[in-house]
């Protein structure tokens, strides 16, 4: 899998460079997500602008990785969702659950703001 890295002070941004996270791909990805998060970053953002196609293999990755970031207060972040993969986030009413924004610099703002919050979940106003 290719893919970049990005270690800023508060986050990691992850990009992976490949079309397709298939179920060739997503083991290697949930590794790459553990690995970040072994490393001691609580808050990543998963960059899937160059990603075209996801299946099932692949959002489950996506949930390991926020699973894994959410447990100690971190944030898992997605940026950059292509139209294709948006709607199978919204078939699977993923898009509820996970954690999307539109651009790498809305998601910077987003962790300085859930950072702000002490990791608390603003969803419940």
Sequence with gaps: ????????????????????????????LKSEL???????YANIVLDMSAVKYV???????????DREFGRNGGIFLISGVQ????KLLKISMLDKKL???NSLEEA?????MHEID?????EEA
Aim: glycine share 10%.
């Design 1 to 28: 899998m290719k893919y970049t890295i990005d270690k800023k002070e508060q986050y990691v941004v992850f990009s992976p460079m490949e079309e397709k996270i298939d179920s060739l791909l997503a083991p290697k």
């Design 83 to 86: 139209e294709h993969v948006m």
């Design 34 to 40: 553990l690995t970040i998060h072994a490393e001691g």
């Design 118 to 122: 002490g990791g608390e979940d603003e």
């Design 55 to 65: 299946d099932s293999s692949g959002l489950s990755a996506l949930l390991v990785g």
């Design 99 to 101: 954690k999307l924004v």
């Design 108 to 112: 910077g703002e987003a962790v300085f």
